[in-house]
Nanobody, 127 residues
């Protein structure tokens, strides 16, 4: 069973930046579709960004388009989420997720599409 470990969260001011990382216990990052999700207090988990297994195709939720970038560092077997121009509404626990049964350049937008999840990392944006 692959394990994913999220890290990089923290407290940042409005307009600041953070880079989240997701490390896999086995060499799966380069071969599986991956995604980032977040859950704010009192809200349902929501899709943030997804990337195909090759890394050539990405998709973003509208609230983060132009501010967040998802990428893979295959050499380090790590999934990344660069977050810029952070806003208070970005405050949430962020989770990475992995889908072993990935097809072609598909990007998966729903949590039910993913099999393995990280433990989450807290991002707090203060105004």
């Amino acid at each position: 069973q692959v394990q994913l470990v999220d890290s990089g969260g923290g407290l940042v001011q409005v307009g600041g930046s953070l880079e989240l990382s997701c490390a896999a216990s086995e060499r799966t990052i380069s071969t599986y579709a991956m995604g980032w999700f977040r859950q704010a207090p009192g809200k349902e988990r929501e899709f943030v960004a997804g990337i195909s297994r090759s890394g050539r195709r990405t998709s973003y939720a509208d609230p983060v388009k132009g501010r967040f970038t998802i990428s893979k560092d295959n050499a380090k077997n790590t999934l990344l989420l660069q977050m810029n121009s952070l806003k208070p509404e970005d405050t949430a626990v962020y989770y990475c997720a992995e889908r072993p049964r990935s097809l072609g350049e598909s990007v998966y937008l729903h949590g039910s599409n993913y099999d393995t999840w990280g433990q989450g990392t807290q991002v707090t944006v203060s105004s």
